[in-house]
């Protein structure tokens, strides 16, 4: 790893011209957990870092008067949200997923911000907050826009992001009735990145599925809604034949790659006993539902 | 003598005596070593897995600002004329002459003073390949075309090589065999016959240390700082490539951070020496943990075993056909063929044997010996193999193997009859701790339970020797010079028991001098097994040479019998003032008897290391989803000396089998390495223990051998794990797994065949 400079910007305005707009050897940095792993293998050598953690508009995070929503700024660590009281009563799905999200050290300085940025299918947060239907503030030297997280990423490594673009924060609605669950499927040692991760909430009525949230990720190139899944599901009463048409339908709509966490078929597998577990175990709403 | 705390010292869980320097940090490593005007290595490495090399392009990392040098083979030649070395065979270049004959072999090294300096113009450098065919798998090797030797070039230190000196056309570098009765004629009779074929993967050690070595030449005399095993070998070695007496060559080994067989023989040491000889600077290299997948790794093994039986259940016939994937270079992996080859048939009571065992080239990183030589490789095949025959006999699988097994006196396959060595009680050990007698839960819904058990044994490497100093000084207080190396399993501390015990003394209060070759004794090396048992016989003989001088001291003096006057006294009387010491020299050579042309002998090998191990899995059979939910592993480690010490060896060493069972797979490409870092390259962490995982030793063992009674156990509890799972999970789903590791695509794969819905292989 060679010498670069980093710097630490306290304002926005000062981040935006540090970063520029032309593609290049500069990047913001949030916790610099991923950025480190890709400089140490020489996959990525930076001239500079543009360090966000002293930037406080990208800080805190809170729950909205009326409490319909919570804001989690860029900069909120893993550990910050994973100790909230405030996200396990509101967002408990955030905190059960915490639990087996890579170690301590990396929590403790990991951004969701720059999680979401680096576009990897195999975090575990993305397709949470897509699931749970968050949006993304970006800002930037022309302005700010607002995406919902599920549009962020456009394929492996690649989101909406342009180059002097940041995430400022995230707007995760509370969802009063719905019960969310996040299934980490590892298959070669326990603590692994996930060959398939699936977040899954369901919004119960009785034994009717009234509304439900499917995104897959990990098995697919980015954080994939299962539409077909979802439309399969939705209005119906939960039973095995219900859940085994939505996994046809889930498996249907997307394109699964094998890799070293295992084959496609094998993974196509996991999916269809993965997504009728966790819908099953939504519904009965135990855990962290 | 000083104060004493009552005997005995042997056999107590003492605390390691480097524990506190461990834990708060301070302990001496090669890594923290820095020399004045020290330059770091940086090595570039080949991308192709078998080419000749038509140019390698070093200006612009030379040009590079704080580069000192770059490095080929070239610049090597000019220091070392005959650059290859090995411990088995001298085919290994410094760095690659010509040609690469694996993807990561080293190819030239940058030396800067700044580390990252090196590793940025390391990245620099580029190579031009002529790609030549290449062979990765053992079978094809076996018979392939292509050669990754043109010559085979065994050493001349192993004189049962010799037959293959200049042999050509081949990449088997060595052909074991064993015969015993007549196996055919006994095929002929038998009543059934079984045969199966088992592998293994290519796994890797994973020392928590990555290999370091630092060297400084200077006025025709060299010191070597460095992470190894083998301080001896590495000064016989290097002495010989220098063509220098060994008293030029100084080997200094701190504490290891873990070595599992890796860093023994040559490491990175032959690459530093001829470094600091070509800068006529210090040079450290120390690798990444990445870069070590392309040091030494562990031999896939391709095991095909066929049995014959009398109506009666007995074995009358086994025949061994082992195949070991050796990589590109030997390593050890010769002694890794003959060792794992010699018990490969079981430890059953068997007349007539055949055993085959081929070490192979391929183009694949270099294999050598990791934690068990080869037994956990063979055992996987013989253990699984037993229990598929006792199923088909309609045998109960325990009475099936007490019926067959090999017990005390009996002659092994090779004739070596087996002494001190408690296969059987290990076994039981293992079915009450497994409570193998009560009703056991088969599972439910989409869980099925099974359980399992395998046995397994091994021969240690022979003729060895050890050689100890014991230096009682004039104050009484002693030191203890021996090569042995504490690489974490605690040998350190059991030394000093051993010694205590002689002399009466506080074990805690004996300060323990590491291998340095210019002041400690010769030691073949801390390998399979064999320290406490070698070494230790040769301090338990050294110090009890101290005793008897001391007792001659008091005679000397005048003394009365039992006056047991303090050392220090009895030296002041003797030279007047506090001066003096008393040395005993202790030297360890085990019985041997070299094998005949039908691999026979009746002392094969000094002891017989035994594990026995036992499983229960639940597996998902939706997913394939394996759990090993209680672990047993039992060794007959004779008696231990430092019992905690020993749990601590027993567990350290299923741990990891449990891994080379389960997780830990080298995935390779085309002859690259797909997954050659720690991210995708799953080690067991805590999370993956059993939620029972029970080490013990065999109650009230002894071997008549070892000092006070005690042996090796650094190895026995990986040899009979695999097959314990193997069988665990067979017992589950009624499905055999033949290959490692048993991943849970494997095990649903296997499910989905034996459905006759096989599942689709990606493209």
């Given at each position: 790893?060679?010498?670069?400079?980093?710097?630490?910007?306290?304002?926005?305005?000062?981040?935006?011209?540090?970063?520029?707009?032309?593609?290049?050897?500069?990047?913001?940095?949030?916790?610099?957990?991923?950025?480190?792993?890709?400089?140490?293998?020489q996959?990525?050598?930076?001239?500079?870092?543009v360090?966000?953690?002293?930037?406080?508009?990208?800080?805190?995070f809170?729950?909205?008067?009326?409490?319909?929503?919570?804001?989690?700024?860029?900069?909120?660590?893993?550990?910050?949200?994973?100790q909230s009281?405030?996200?396990?009563?509101?967002?408990?799905?955030?905190?059960?997923?915490?639990?087996?999200?890579?170690?301590?050290?990396?929590?403790?300085?990991?951004?969701?911000?720059?999680?979401?940025?680096?576009?990897?299918?195999?975090?575990?947060?993305?397709?949470?907050?897509?699931?749970?239907?968050?949006?993304?503030?970006?800002?930037?030297?022309d302005?700010?826009?607002?995406?919902?997280?599920?549009?962020?990423?456009?394929?492996?490594?690649e989101?909406?992001?342009?180059?002097?673009?940041?995430?400022?924060?995230?707007?995760?609605?509370?969802?009063?009735?719905?019960?969310?669950?996040?299934?980490?499927?590892?298959?070669?040692?326990?603590?692994d990145?996930?060959?398939?991760?699936?977040?899954?909430?369901?919004?119960?009525?009785?034994?009717?599925?009234a509304?439900?949230?499917?995104v897959?990720?990990?098995?697919?190139?980015?954080?994939t809604?299962?539409?077909?899944?979802?439309a399969?599901?939705?209005?119906?009463?939960?039973?095995?034949?219900?859940?085994?048409?939505?996994?046809?339908?889930?498996?249907?709509?997307?394109?699964?790659?094998?890799?070293?966490?295992?084959?496609?078929?094998?993974?196509?597998?996991?999916?269809?006993?993965?997504?009728?577990?966790?819908?099953?175990?939504?519904?009965?709403?135990?855990?962290s539902? | 003598?000083?104060?004493?705390?009552?005997?005995?010292?042997?056999?107590?869980?003492?605390?390691?005596?480097?524990?506190?320097?461990?834990?708060?940090?301070?302990?001496?490593?090669?890594?923290?070593?820095?020399?004045?005007?020290?330059l770091?290595?940086?090595?570039?490495?080949?991308?192709?897995?078998?080419?000749?090399?038509?140019?390698?392009?070093?200006?612009?990392?030379?040009?590079?600002?704080?580069?000192?040098?770059?490095?080929?083979?070239?610049?090597?030649?000019?220091v070392?004329?005959?650059?290859?070395?090995?411990?088995?065979?001298?085919?290994?270049?410094?760095?690659?002459?010509?040609?690469?004959?694996?993807a990561?072999?080293?190819?030239?090294?940058?030396?800067?003073?700044?580390?990252?300096?090196?590793?940025?113009?390391?990245?620099?450098?580029?190579?031009?390949?002529?790609?030549?065919?290449?062979?990765?798998?053992?079978?094809?090797?076996?018979?392939?075309?292509?050669?990754?030797?043109?010559?085979?070039?065994?050493?001349?230190?192993f004189?049962?090589?010799?037959?293959?000196?200049?042999?050509?056309?081949?990449?088997?570098?060595?052909?074991?065999?064993?015969?015993?009765?007549?196996?055919?004629?006994?095929?002929?009779?038998?009543?059934?016959?079984?045969?199966?074929?088992?592998?293994?993967?290519?796994?890797?050690?994973v020392?928590?240390?990555?290999?370091?070595?630092?060297?400084?030449?200077?006025?025709?005399?060299?010191?070597?700082h460095?992470?190894?095993?083998?301080?001896?070998f590495?000064?016989?070695?290097?002495?010989?490539?220098?063509?220098?007496?060994?008293?030029?060559?100084?080997?200094?080994?701190?504490?290891?951070?873990?070595?599992?067989?890796?860093?023994?023989?040559?490491?990175?040491?032959?690459?530093?020496?001829?470094?600091?000889?070509?800068?006529?600077?210090?040079?450290?290299?120390?690798?990444?943990?990445?870069?070590?997948?392309?040091?030494?790794?562990?031999?896939?093994?391709?095991?095909?075993?066929?049995?014959?039986?009398?109506?009666?259940?007995?074995i009358?016939?086994?025949?061994?056909?082992?195949?070991?994937?050796?990589?590109?270079?030997?390593?050890?992996?010769?002694?890794?063929?003959?060792?794992?080859?010699?018990?490969?048939?079981?430890?059953?009571?068997?007349?007539?044997?055949?055993?085959?065992s081929?070490?192979?080239?391929?183009?694949?990183?270099?294999?050598?010996?990791?934690?068990?030589?080869?037994?956990?490789?063979?055992?996987?095949?013989?253990?699984?193999?037993?229990?598929?025959?006792?199923?088909?006999?309609?045998?109960?699988?325990?009475?099936?193997?007490?019926?067959?097994?090999?017990?005390?006196?009996?002659?092994?396959?090779?004739?070596?009859?087996?002494?001190?060595?408690?296969?059987?009680?290990?076994?039981?050990?293992?079915?009450?701790?497994?409570n193998?007698?009560?009703?056991?839960?088969?599972?439910?819904g989409?869980?099925?339970?099974?359980?399992?058990?395998?046995?397994?044994?091994?021969?240690?490497?022979?003729?060895?020797?050890?050689?100890?100093?014991?230096?009682?000084?004039?104050?009484?207080?002693?030191?203890?010079?021996?090569?042995?190396?504490?690489?974490?399993q605690?040998?350190?501390?059991?030394?000093?028991?051993i010694?205590?015990?002689?002399?009466?003394?506080?074990?805690?209060?004996?300060?323990?001098?590491?291998?340095?070759?210019?002041?400690?004794?010769?030691?073949?090396?801390?390998?399979?097994?064999?320290?406490?048992?070698?070494?230790?016989?040769?301090?338990?003989?050294?110090?009890?040479?101290?005793?008897?001088?001391?007792?001659?001291?008091?005679?000397?003096?005048?003394?009365?019998?039992g006056?047991?006057?303090?050392?220090?006294?009895?030296?002041?009387?003797?030279?007047?003032?506090?001066?003096?010491?008393?040395?005993?020299?202790?030297?360890?050579?085990?019985?041997?008897?070299?094998?005949?042309?039908?691999?026979?002998?009746?002392?094969?090998?000094?002891?017989?290391?035994?594990?026995?191990?036992?499983?229960?899995?639940?597996?998902?059979?939706?997913?394939?989803?394996?759990?090993?939910?209680?672990?047993?592993?039992?060794?007959?480690?004779?008696?231990a000396?430092?019992?905690?010490?020993?749990?601590?060896?027993l567990?350290?060493?299923?741990?990891?089998q449990?891994?080379?069972?389960?997780t830990?797979?080298?995935?390779?490409?085309?002859?690259?390495?797909?997954?050659?870092?720690?991210?995708?390259?799953?080690?067991?962490?805590l999370?993956?223990?059993?939620?029972?995982?029970?080490?013990?030793?065999?109650?009230?063992?002894?071997?008549?051998?070892?000092?006070?009674?005690?042996?090796?156990?650094?190895?026995?509890?990986?040899?009979?794990?695999?097959?314990?799972?193997?069988?665990?999970?067979?017992?589950?789903?009624?499905?055999?797994?033949y290959?490692?590791?048993?991943?849970?695509?494997?095990?649903?794969?296997?499910?989905?065949?034996?459905?006759?819905?096989?599942?689709?292989?990606?493209?």
């Open positions: 790893m060679a010498a670069l400079e980093i710097a630490e910007p306290e304002k926005l305005d000062d981040a935006y011209t540090m970063l520029g707009t032309e593609e290049g050897s500069i990047r913001p940095m949030g916790g610099g957990t991923a950025l480190m792993l890709m400089m140490k293998a996959l990525f050598k930076p001239s500079k870092l360090s966000l953690r002293k930037i406080e508009a990208l800080t805190g809170s729950l909205s008067v009326d409490a319909s929503h919570i804001r989690i700024g860029a900069m909120t660590t893993f550990s910050e949200l994973e009281p405030m996200i396990a009563q509101h967002l408990p799905v955030v905190t059960q997923t915490m639990k087996t999200l890579a170690n301590v050290r990396v929590r403790n300085v990991a951004t969701v911000g720059g999680n979401l940025a680096h576009g990897d299918p195999h975090l575990d947060l993305p397709p949470v907050w897509s699931a749970l239907g968050a949006s993304v503030r970006i800002v930037g030297v302005g700010e826009r607002v995406v919902p997280a599920e549009e962020l990423f456009l394929g492996y490594y989101t909406v992001l342009a180059q002097g673009e940041l995430i400022a924060d995230i707007s995760v609605p509370v969802r009063p009735g719905w019960r969310f669950f996040y299934a980490k499927v590892t298959t070669r040692a326990e603590h990145w996930p060959a398939l991760g699936l977040c899954v909430g369901v919004r119960a009525e009785g034994e009717v599925i509304d439900v949230s499917l897959l990720s990990a098995a697919v190139d980015k954080p809604r299962l539409k077909s899944a979802e399969a599901l939705r209005g119906v009463a939960l039973s095995d034949a219900a859940l085994a048409m939505a996994a046809d339908a889930a498996l249907a709509e997307v394109h699964i790659e094998g890799d070293g966490r295992g084959s496609a078929a094998y993974k196509q597998q996991l999916l269809r006993v993965h997504l009728g577990r966790a819908i099953k175990h939504v519904m009965q709403g135990s855990a539902a | 003598m000083s104060a004493i705390t009552p005997p005995p010292f042997a056999s107590r869980s003492l605390p390691r005596l480097e524990a506190r320097e461990k834990v708060t940090g301070r302990i001496e490593y090669t890594h923290h070593l820095k020399l004045p005007g020290m770091h290595g940086k090595i570039f490495r080949s991308t192709m897995p078998h080419a000749k090399i038509k140019s390698i392009d070093t200006t612009a990392a030379a040009a590079l600002p704080g580069v000192y040098q770059v490095v080929t083979i070239d610049d090597i030649r000019k070392i004329p005959n650059p290859y070395y090995g411990p088995a065979f001298h085919d290994q270049p410094i760095l690659a002459d010509g040609k690469v004959r694996f990561g072999e080293p190819v030239a090294v940058v030396l800067a003073f700044d580390k990252k300096i090196a590793e940025e113009a390391a990245g620099l450098i580029t190579a031009e390949y002529e790609e030549l065919p290449a062979v990765f798998d053992e079978i094809e090797a076996m018979t392939a075309k292509v050669l990754v030797h043109d010559e085979l070039k065994p050493a001349a230190t004189a049962d090589l010799k037959y293959l000196k200049g042999k050509k056309g081949t990449n088997i570098a060595l052909d074991y065999q064993l015969r015993r009765g007549d196996t055919e004629a006994a095929f002929a009779r038998a009543e059934h016959v079984f045969e199966h074929t088992f592998r293994s993967q290519q796994v890797m050690h020392p928590m240390e990555p290999f370091v070595s630092v060297a400084d030449w200077q006025d025709g005399h060299l010191t070597l460095t992470a190894s095993q083998g301080p001896s590495v000064r016989i070695e290097i002495a010989r490539l220098l063509g220098l007496p060994e008293n030029k060559v100084r080997v200094k080994v701190p504490y290891l951070g873990g070595g599992f067989g890796g860093k023994l023989y040559i490491k990175l040491e032959a690459l530093v020496t001829a470094l600091s000889m070509v800068a006529e600077r210090p040079v450290k290299i120390s690798l990444t943990m990445d870069e070590q997948f392309f040091m030494v790794t562990r031999h896939p093994c391709h095991f095909t075993i066929k049995s014959g039986l009398d109506a009666s259940g007995k009358i016939a086994r025949h061994c056909e082992v195949i070991w994937n050796g990589g590109a270079y030997a390593d050890i992996g010769p002694r890794v063929t003959q060792k794992a080859g010699f018990t490969s048939a079981g430890p059953y009571d068997i007349d007539n044997v055949t055993i085959n081929y070490a192979v080239y391929t183009n694949r990183p270099p294999c050598g010996a990791l934690r068990g030589f080869g037994a956990p490789q063979t055992a996987w095949a013989y253990e699984c193999h037993t229990d598929m025959i006792a199923d088909a006999l309609k045998m109960d699988r325990v009475e099936f193997r007490r019926k067959n097994m090999l017990r005390e006196g009996r002659p092994q396959a090779s004739g070596t009859p087996l002494r001190d060595a408690e296969i059987e009680r290990a076994m039981d050990h293992v079915l009450d701790r497994m193998w007698s009560a009703p056991f839960d088969r599972g439910s989409n869980i099925k339970r099974g359980r399992g058990i395998g046995i397994g044994f091994k021969g240690i490497t022979s003729p060895t020797t050890s050689v100890a100093i014991v230096n009682l000084n004039a104050d009484g207080s002693c030191a203890l010079y021996i090569g042995t190396v504490d690489m974490g605690g040998s350190d501390t059991v030394m000093a028991q010694a205590a015990q002689v002399l009466n003394l506080d074990p805690a209060s004996i300060k323990v001098i590491h291998p340095d070759t210019d002041v400690t004794p010769y030691d073949m090396g801390t390998l399979g097994s064999r320290s406490t048992f070698h070494m230790g016989n040769a301090v338990r003989i050294a110090a009890e040479d101290a005793k008897q001088k001391i007792e001659v001291l008091a005679r000397e003096l005048g003394l009365p019998q006056a047991n006057l303090p050392l220090v006294d009895m030296m002041k009387q003797k030279y007047g003032m506090q001066a003096g010491n008393i040395i005993g020299t202790g030297t360890y050579l085990a019985d041997y008897e070299k094998p005949d042309a039908q691999g026979q002998t009746t002392k094969g090998t000094p002891f017989w290391g035994v594990g026995a191990a036992g499983a229960e899995v639940e597996i998902d059979i939706e997913t394939g989803a394996i759990k090993v939910t209680k672990l047993v592993n039992v060794a007959d480690v004779g008696v000396l430092n019992p905690k010490a020993v749990q601590q060896q567990s350290g060493a299923g741990i990891m449990l891994g080379f069972t389960l830990e797979n080298m995935v390779f490409r085309d002859g690259q390495l797909t997954n050659g870092s720690l991210a995708d390259y799953k080690i067991p962490t999370l993956d223990m059993p939620k029972s995982f029970i080490n013990e030793h065999v109650p009230n063992a002894y071997d008549a051998h070892g000092p006070f009674g005690a042996k090796g156990g650094g190895e026995s509890t990986t040899i009979a794990l695999s097959p314990a799972i193997g069988n665990a999970v067979a017992d589950a789903l009624g499905i055999r797994i290959d490692l590791p048993i991943t849970p695509e494997a095990i649903f794969r296997a499910m989905q065949e034996a459905k006759g819905a096989p599942l689709e292989e990606d493209a």
